[in-house]
């Protein structure tokens, strides 16, 4: 049946929306490759098969790797299991063949039966934090998780990470019903550099292909992730303007008091650290960092940069030349203690190098 034909006003409005008005919107736009890979994956998610067929042939026209392709459906078995992938393996498998590709494409994978679970615990502890270290421990579904979601598909080249946990957005948000694991899933892309401005326009871009209430749930999800990013234990205060020319970045305080032991929660937005800086004191003095939230960093002079998290303390002695702040891809909350002292108070130095600071992971 040819709709063109039988529908021409519709098609004519949809082929205008979701060909031309929505990849050519300013500010929402996707290379080629990243907007073909997240529709790919989304009418996976949604099971649009019939579009999937028109689609995938549209991006082969394109360039984009058979490879890609194949990866983008082995991970979403993990997501929708596979009795509604294995249609989709089929499809591509006869589309490619129908090109003249070969298979079996080369193989991608790079763990064993034997150190899976250690590469996918590895893969989990590189996108959600060093905490997931412990996460397969909690039972059997959680151990799967570890080795057959991440150890088996994660580890496997093809795709980087950051397009692995895109993809994996996209399927989340696609099937609906998940707003939890979109809930963590947007923020381990943001982890790995899929910032929110990133989220929103692949959803953007999917949206022809999901519909309005699925795509505002998928932003909605994206939101909530920023606000948990920015949730601290302590209120995070305002913008901590008096050291401006100290921090680069931005950065909040809330003194959350200043008798006695003077306490203050500093919260660092993604990328924002301090500069190299002393606690001066004749007698004392220093400061304590005790970290509440996100990931975070902190270096002394000639020494190796610490990465920091939720329940880490730092003792910083007077007279250390030391820097501290968020890791640039998370926010980053600590209490900064003022050690009691006599003559205390703070000399600044020159910022963190930028390549230096580029270089931490």
């Not at 736009?29 to 890979?37: A, I």
């Not at 997931?132 to 998780?145: C, F, S, T, V």
């Not at 943001?190 to 309005?212: A, T």
């Not at 703070?346 to 600071?357: L, Q, R």
């Amino acid at each position: 049946m040819n709709l063109h034909v039988t529908d021409p006003e519709f098609m004519e409005r949809f082929e205008h929306f979701a060909f031309d008005e929505v990849p050519n919107e300013e500010g929402q736009q996707l290379d080629d490759k990243t907007r073909y890979m997240a529709i790919l994956a989304t009418l996976i998610g949604c099971q649009g098969m019939e579009e999937y067929r028109l689609v995938l042939s549209k991006a082969l026209d394109a360039g984009f790797a058979p490879i890609a392709v194949k990866e983008i459906v082995y991970q979403a078995v993990d997501y929708l299991g596979i009795g509604r992938v294995l249609p989709y393996l089929k499809v591509s498998n006869s589309i490619l063949e129908s090109r003249g590709i070969k298979l079996p494409l080369e193989g991608q994978c790079t763990t064993t039966p034997e150190n899976r679970l250690e590469k996918g615990i590895q893969a989990q502890a590189d996108i959600f934090g060093e905490h997931m270290k412990e996460a397969w421990k909690a039972g059997h579904i959680n151990r799967w998780l570890a080795a057959n979601c991440f150890g088996d598909y994660y580890t496997r080249t093809g795709l980087d990470l950051a397009q692995r946990e895109m993809i994996t957005f996209c399927f989340l948000a696609a099937q609906g019903g998940c707003e939890l694991q979109l809930i963590a899933h947007a923020t381990g892309n943001m982890n790995l550099g899929n910032d929110k401005e990133f989220l929103i326009r692949v959803v953007s871009q999917c949206l022809p292909y999901i519909g309005y209430p699925r795509s505002l749930n998928a932003i909605n999800c994206i939101n909530k992730a920023v606000d948990t990013g920015k949730k601290t234990l302590f209120p995070m205060g305002g913008p901590n303007n008096a050291f401006t020319s100290y921090f680069v970045g931005q950065s909040f305080l809330n003194m959350l008091t200043t008798e006695g032991v003077p306490i203050g929660n500093v919260t660092f937005e993604p990328g924002c650290r301090n500069n190299w800086h002393i606690h001066k004191a004749d007698k004392g003095g220093g400061q304590i960092l005790l970290c509440t939230n996100g990931r975070g960093w902190y270096q002394e002079w000639g020494g190796e940069a610490r990465e920091l998290f939720p329940g880490d303390v730092v003792t910083i002695p007077a007279g250390v030349k030391h820097w501290h702040g968020a890791a640039k891809d998370s926010w980053f909350t600590h209490l900064a203690v003022e050690v009691p002292g006599e003559n205390t108070g703070s000399e600044w130095f020159e910022p963190v190098d930028k390549a230096v600071y580029a270089a931490l992971k």
